[in-house]
């Protein structure tokens, strides 16, 4: 099933997304105010239940899309957790860190499907990084690697843009990874039962159609399993938590020269048999 936060008719609301159409769910469950309420109550267990016999409420073209979570308690982002993106980075064959590099986002920093990616005044270093997002269905602490599968609700494409030059403010990144409305995060979640445990899934970057990153979770350095317990070592996990995994070779700040997103452009990040994701690139007003 494919999970989805939207407005429609002015109101917020979270519901199915079934072909072009989508069930409001959150217009029906009105216990359950958001999406994360629902997947906090294990929703995403039964959302195909939920859904039999109702007819859609609007075509996703009528709607405005939000973030799959718009306000996370948590988004845990890996760092150069792929070996492609560090060799392309570092043009040669690296030894990988001990333990998985982490860093923390704001909910404010995200961006929904179809709406902008802003470029802030700062900076023209804006880079685009497709990775895979994972959704937390049931929290905990201490989650070993072989129960890490349990605790997720879905999947969801994520653009992790950079501000690249405002990274190296100091030995930490998160200055350039949480400007707001940078990281775009949809247009839905695929139910974690439609993708099997440590499916290789293939990633693809465009910027106006051309392809900018092409390459697929099993270059991961830290598999979904080990990012879990080692996030949840440090924080109780909690239901709609996000968790996003690391970004292949092919950002921009790597090419000779350095290649940024300027306002005009259109990226989006595609991740199989989950969709696409898609923003275009304005400057902050």
Known sequence: MKLLSFILDGRETWGVAVGDEVVDLGKAKTQYPTLADYIAAGGYLHAAEDIKGRVSDAKLSDITYLPVIPRPEKIICALRNYMDQEQYALGRPCDVAEQPPI???????????????????????LDWEGELAVIVGKGGRDIPEGLAFEHIAGYACYNDASVREWQTHAKQIASGKNFECT????????????????????????INGEVVQSSHTGYMNFGIAKLINYASTIFTLAPGDVLVTGTPAGVGWTRTPPRFMKPGDVC??????????????????
Do not use: C, K, Y
Request: charged content about 25%; glycine content about 6%.
């Open 183 to 206: 990281g775009g995060f949809g247009p839905w979640m695929v139910t974690s039962d439609e993708i099997a445990p440590n499916r290789q899934l293939n990633i693809e970057v465009r």
């Open 268 to 285: 989006e990040v595609e991740i199989e048999a989950i969709g696409i994701l898609r923003n275009p690139i304005v400057d902050q007003v």
């Open 103 to 125: 860093f923390l986002r704001v909910w404010r920093s995200q961006s929904a499907h179809e709406q902008p990616i802003v470029r802030p005044r700062v900076s023209d270093s």
